[in-house]
C-alpha cells in the first residue's frame, strides 16, 4: 500500500492503459494525452502495464521467422522511449506540476524477463526490463502482477485466478474474488461493476 498525500476528498488518479508502442506505429495519441493531463492535473498518474509491445520478443512467432528478424530488440526500446518522452514532455513542462508517477509491468514487458531465462548464458547483462527506461523517467515500478494499493484501490497489469493464474477476464468477478476495488488493463474494451462491502463502502472493479 502506497500512502500518497493528497486532498482530503481524496487522490485524483489517471490511468494509462495497454498504449503496447512498437516501431512504426504514431505516438500524437500519447502527447495529446500528456497535454489533456496536465488540463486535469491528476494528483497520480498509473502506467499500468503494457506501455511497451516488444514484438521482437514475442512468443508467438517463430524463431527465425521474417517477423522476428524485422523485429529487433533495440528498435522496440527505441520506440517505447520516443513515446514515453512524448508523453511526460508537456506534463514535465508544466510548472510546478509533479504528478506522483506509478507504473506495474504488463505481460509485453515481460517478454524481456522471460527471454532471459530462457537463454541466461547468453543474454543476461546484455538485455534488461530497465532497457525500457522507466525507471530513470520517474516511474516507480512494481513487478509484474504484483498489485499495488493506492487510495484504497488495487492496480495490477491483470489479477490472476486459479492455478494456471489465468487473468480474472470481468470486473464483476474481480470484485467476488478481490473484495476491494480494482483497477486492470490487459484486456480490451471495458468493463465496469459496482458492489458494496458488508459495512456499506463502495466498492468499484474497472478492467
Known amino acids: 500500500t502506497l500512502n500518497i498525500p493528497g486532498p482530503k476528498h481524496g487522490l485524483k488518479i489517471a490511468v494509462i492503459t495497454d498504449t503496447q508502442v512498437k516501431p512504426g506505429v504514431p505516438i500524437n495519441h500519447l502527447a495529446a494525452c500528456g497535454r489533456y493531463l496536465t488540463e486535469i492535473r491528476p494528483d497520480v498518474i498509473v502506467m499500468i502495464g503494457d506501455f511497451a509491445d516488444m514484438p521482437s520478443l514475442s512468443g ?17 526500446v527505441a520506440a517505447v522511449r520516443q513515446a514515453m518522452t512524448a508523453f511526460l514532455k508537456p506534463i514535465r513542462a508544466v510548472r510546478g506540476y509533479k504528478p506522483v508517477l506509478i507504473g506495474t509491468y504488463g505481460n509485453h514487458e515481460d517478454r524481456i524477463d522471460r527471454t532471459i531465462e530462457l537463454n541466461p548464458r547468453h543474454l543476461a547483462g546484455l538485455m534488461s526490463i530497465d532497457d525500457l527506461g522507466y525507471m530513470a523517467d520517474g516511474w516507480r515500478m512494481f513487478p509484474f502482477l504484483q498489485p499495488v494499493i493506492i487510495g484504497g484501490v488495487a492496480f495490477c497489469h491483470y489479477f490472476p485466478s486459479g492455478q494456471l493464474g489465468k487473468p480474472i477476464t470481468t470486473a464483476r468477478a474481480l470484485l467476488q474474488k478481490m473484495h476491494q476495488s480494482c483497477f486492470a488493463g490487459h484486456l480490451q474494451g471495458r468493463d465496469i461493476a459496482y458492489g458494496k462491502r458488508a459495512d456499506g463502502k463502495s466498492l468499484t472493479a474497472i478492467i
Open 60 to 76: 508467438y512467432n517463430p524463431a527465425g521467422s521474417a517477423t522476428i528478424e524485422n523485429a529487433r530488440y533495440k528498435a522496440d
